[in-house]
């Protein structure tokens, strides 16, 4: 099982010394924003239901729907909150009430305007509105531009060090796109193959810890088979735990090769999380792909499906093919047949699992974890496991 899930989470490699973009301060663009300058008692009211109706570029399926949903944030200069009770809250000077969509803002501070969350649905009291309301139309790259506070809305809903990681993977992805190229296409390209590059260090030492580990499984998998077929109970457990120490190794051994998915599963949750929310990619084209902020359809289906939607898209059934093709020549020449036989069953189930669940999202996440898979499978050649 340690063998599999290496080969699988092994992919989650990202993001090497961009760690040391998180001491470098965020990337900030100049910023849209518009601010009522006469207010009457319609102004806040119309221009949520304005902000709310608009509808978004593209409706997501699957498990990628939740970047149609709209989320209300309590916003002050220490600290955001979420709005999703049915308590009203009232606005107190130097707080905002922010209406954020998957790139879009709507920020509002007024004192005394008065809000609660029924049904997922914003209700609004203006009455006691006590001064001008000040609203603010943004995207979230350039909140910080708009207010040094609101731009505690980005990745907010990560762990701290993620949303960092995250902020970390957006600046090197702008700086790519500055300095070398100028499609973003081509910035996700050389960013995955750097990454790649980068934690070099970290595939090796995995690779290097499941070869140690498949090495140990063929010597004890006939001490094993043997004690097993001669004793149980506590003798069995006893003679098991000899086995091991008489080859050096722990119960757990099996557990090493993980320390390297430690690394890189934190910067694979940034890195798709900064993917699916830089403005950036939308609209930006990239070969066949009309928008690398939506999924690259090319082709519409007559009937919507719950997982998929009602689009054609190739990059998911080129993303699975290579995988299938990385498990085909994949080898172990550590570990006896039967096993590999067992490792590459499992892998192919996980490919058909990828593909469902990618099939949905964004072409930018879908072109990343098809690079991925290129890169792994082209080191998954140089460095025999």
């Not at 970047?67 to 220490?78: A, G, I, Q």
């Amino acid at each position: 099982m340690v063998v599999i899930l290496k080969k699988r989470l092994e992919n989650f490699i990202h993001l090497g010394s961009l760690l040391a973009a998180l001491l470098i301060s965020m990337l900030s663009v100049s910023a849209f924003a518009t601010e009522s300058e006469k207010y009457d008692e319609s102004t806040i009211t119309e221009a949520v239901k304005s902000f709310l109706n608009s509808r978004n570029p593209y409706i997501f399926y699957g498990l990628a729907s939740y970047y149609n949903n709209t989320s209300y944030f309590l916003v002050d200069e220490n600290s955001i909150a979420s709005i999703n009770s049915d308590i009203y809250i009232t606005l107190k000077n130097g707080q905002w009430i922010a209406l954020a969509k998957r790139y879009d803002v709507l920020a509002i501070k007024a004192p005394g305007l008065t809000v609660k969350v029924i049904d997922g649905k914003l209700d609004i009291d203006d009455r006691s509105v006590s001064s001008v309301p000040v609203l603010k139309l943004s995207n979230k790259d350039q909140l910080f531009k708009v207010a040094p506070e609101l731009d505690q809305l980005r990745y907010n809903h990560l762990w701290a060090p993620f949303a960092y990681l995250s902020r970390a993977t957006e600046y090197a992805l702008v700086s790519i796109q500055k300095n070398i190229t100028s499609s973003w296409g081509w910035s996700v390209v050389i960013f995955a193959f750097l990454l790649k590059l980068l934690l070099l260090p970290v595939g090796i030492m995995t690779v290097k810890f499941q070869r140690t580990v498949s090495q140990v499984q063929s010597k004890l998998a006939p001490l094993l088979s043997t004690i097993k077929a001669t004793s149980d109970g506590e003798e069995a457990h006893n003679r098991i735990i000899a086995a091991h120490k008489e080859l050096g190794v722990s119960p757990f051994y099996t557990l090493k090769p993980l320390l390297g998915s430690f690394i890189q599963i934190p910067i694979l949750i940034a890195v798709f999380n900064a993917l699916g929310e830089m403005p950036q990619f939308n609209q930006q084209q990239f070969f066949w792909i009309e928008s690398l902020a939506n999924p690259d359809a090319v082709g519409h289906s007559p009937i919507t499906l719950l997982m998929f939607g009602n689009t054609y898209s190739i990059l998911p059934v080129l993303m699975t093919a290579i995988t299938l093709y990385s498990i085909v020549i994949f080898k172990n020449p550590h570990a006896p047949a039967a096993e590999v036989k067992r490792q590459k069953r499992n892998l192919y189930l996980m490919a058909a699992a990828f593909f469902i669940l990618f099939y949905p999202f964004p072409a930018v996440m879908v072109l990343y974890w098809a690079l991925v898979n290129v890169l792994q499978t082209i080191q998954q050649q140089l460095i025999k496991a």
